[in-house]
């Protein structure tokens, strides 16, 4: 049984609290190993270590720290198949799919090799006569990432880059599900030349993750995760004083107006539902055909279902593995059974699909004449089923996607460019993509939702990210001439 410990100080510590967590490989259904789970005084005694090591990296040279972050580039490029691995192990996904998480989690150590230029402040001279104004941007010190199981190298990869760039300590709590990625990411950066408990991993549950919240020496806490907890995360850690920014759920509905490319909508749909088993936060999982386009859709989508291979992630032949446990697969089992029982058409079954016969596995699932009031279509089932909800007008598909209590990710396909520039003007979601199903911004833009998708009001990674990790200063310089001053209980103005 492989025993996945903490990483404090730059070496891999074993927990001392006695409780552990079972991790499983999702395609054959057997433990794997066991993850320590950290007590709030393990918590204490990283962030001790984690406070220390911030206090002389702050000091560090924007060139020293950018010298690290093209070395981490370099290694995370090199070691990328390993990484894919890893995460394949535990979490399931297809290796194809486990790279281009990789891939794009590089993107944001890229983006951070640019901390030099981030960090710039503004200077005004003469602001008022003989005085200069001028910004700096500073770390906040200690800052911590709680992220899911479903991206455990790219959501890590989100906020440690830009925060430990920036000059802060970043202490990772990771999904307990999918431990052993954030390991893989500390040996990288220790041998990227990170000084010491620069980059803390301390495993955990919601004792851990309690602790870090009230944690005094915490300064930001960036989490990314359900809902539920998203907005307890926000209301908790921002209680005890903290900077917080709380990524959630997500519903993310794809129009398809009547004059779509059929087959691209098609194409798009499947890839984005099924794709992960759809345990993306940016999974479609509401296709929202516009008039006449329903029938010839709805065909079109089930036609390219029965040639989805499902299997293990580590057969390069599988497109889709499994979910993450036994008890999800169950849950979003149960989702379809709700959904034909409220009266939606089951086009495709998972239940019944041909599957592998050990392993967390589940087949594609697809709803059709999904209503707003079924539970199919109100919660985030994040499991391989696609609803399609039929509406006759844009101004039906609009009122549907403004009324959902998720706003992360949507999408429109249409021909018309005037048609889309007016989706992407009045939609209430933070990514759109126009022809585009799953619109993850680049990592020189910044990615959040809207609504109950995010709690806090900065966007995750990009500029968003360079400004939630620092906080600014601004300086009022003067340098009189000796004998120039006098008295003067007004209040300063500019002159
Ligand atoms: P989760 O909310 O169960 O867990 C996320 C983190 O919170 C984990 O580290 C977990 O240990 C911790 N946690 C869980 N329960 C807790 C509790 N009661 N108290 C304190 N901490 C707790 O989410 P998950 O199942 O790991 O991930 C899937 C969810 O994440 C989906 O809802 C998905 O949409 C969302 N997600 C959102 C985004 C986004 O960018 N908006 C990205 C990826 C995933």
């Avoid at 906040?140 to 455990?152: E, H, K, Q, S, Y």
């Avoid at 991993?201 to 300064?219: F, Q, Y």
């Avoid at 889709?320 to 086009?347: E, F, N, Q």
Wanted: net charge negative; aromatic share 8%; with cysteine.
């Amino acid at each position: 049984m492989n025993r996945i410990a903490h990483w404090i100080g730059g070496a891999e510590t074993a927990g001392t609290s006695g409780r552990v967590g079972p991790v499983y490989n999702p395609a054959s259904g057997e433990q794997s190993g066991e993850v320590d789970l950290a007590s709030a005084a393990e918590v204490a005694a990283a962030v001790a270590v984690a406070k220390e090591a911030g206090q002389a990296w702050r000091s560090a040279s924007l060139s020293r720290r950018a010298a690290v972050l093209f070395k981490f580039r370099e290694l995370l490029a090199e070691r990328a198949g390993e990484l894919a691995e890893v995460i394949t192990s535990e979490h399931g996904k297809v290796l194809s799919d486990a790279a281009g998480e990789v891939a794009r989690g590089l993107e944001n150590a890229e983006f951070a090799t640019g901390i030099p230029h981030l960090m710039k402040g503004a200077y005004s001279e003469q602001a008022a006569t003989g005085v200069d104004v001028y910004s700096i941007r500073q770390p906040l010190g200690v800052v911590a990432g709680i992220t899911p199981f479903n991206f455990p190298a790219m959501v890590p990869l989100w906020m440690c880059t830009t925060a430990i760039a920036a000059g802060n300590a970043f202490v990772l709590k990771p999904s307990e599900k999918d431990p052993s990625s954030a390991l893989f990411l500390a040996r990288l950066w220790r041998d990227a030349g990170l000084p010491d408990g620069v980059f803390t991993v301390v495993h955990g549950d919601k004792e851990a993750v309690d602790a870090i919240l009230a944690h005094p020496d915490i300064a930001a806490v960036s989490f990314v995760g359900s809902t539920p907890i998203a907005k307890y995360i926000y209301e908790t850690g921002t209680a005890h004083g903290k900077r917080v920014q709380a990524l959630g759920g997500a519903k993310n509905h794809m129009v398809v107006l009547p004059d779509a490319e059929l087959d691209a909508a098609a194409d798009a749909a499947v890839s984005a539902a099924y794709g992960s088993a759809g345990e993306r936060c940016m999974a479609v999982s509401v296709v929202v055909a516009v008039g006449d386009v329903a029938d010839p859709l709805v065909d079109a989508i089930a036609a390219r279902l029965p040639k989805l291979r499902i299997g293990a992630g580590t057969d390069p032949e599988s497109q889709m593995g499994p979910l993450i446990s036994a008890a999800h697969r169950d849950k979003v089992a149960g989702y379809v059974s709700r959904g034909a029982t409220a009266g939606a058409t089951v086009v495709a079954d998972g239940r019944v699909a041909d599957l592998p016969a050990d392993g967390f596995f589940l087949g594609v699932t697809l709803l059709d004449n999904v209503t707003p009031d079924m539970d199919v279509y109100a919660d985030e089932i994040f499991g391989p089923v696609l609803c399609v909800v039929r509406v006759q007008t844009y101004a039906e598909a609009l009122e549907l996607i403004n009324d959902n209590e998720y706003g992360n990710g949507t999408a429109i396909f249409t021909r018309d460019g005037g048609a889309a520039r007016q989706f992407q003007f009045d939609v209430n979601a933070g990514m759109v993509g126009v022809n585009v199903p799953i619109p993850v911004p680049v990592a020189y833009y910044s990615f959040g939702g809207w609504k109950a998708s995010l709690f806090g009001d900065t966007h995750m990674y990009g500029p968003d990210g360079v400004h939630f990790f620092t906080r600014t200063k601004v300086v009022t310089s003067r340098w009189p001439d000796p004998g120039t001053s006098s008295v003067d209980l007004g209040f300063p103005q500019t002159r």
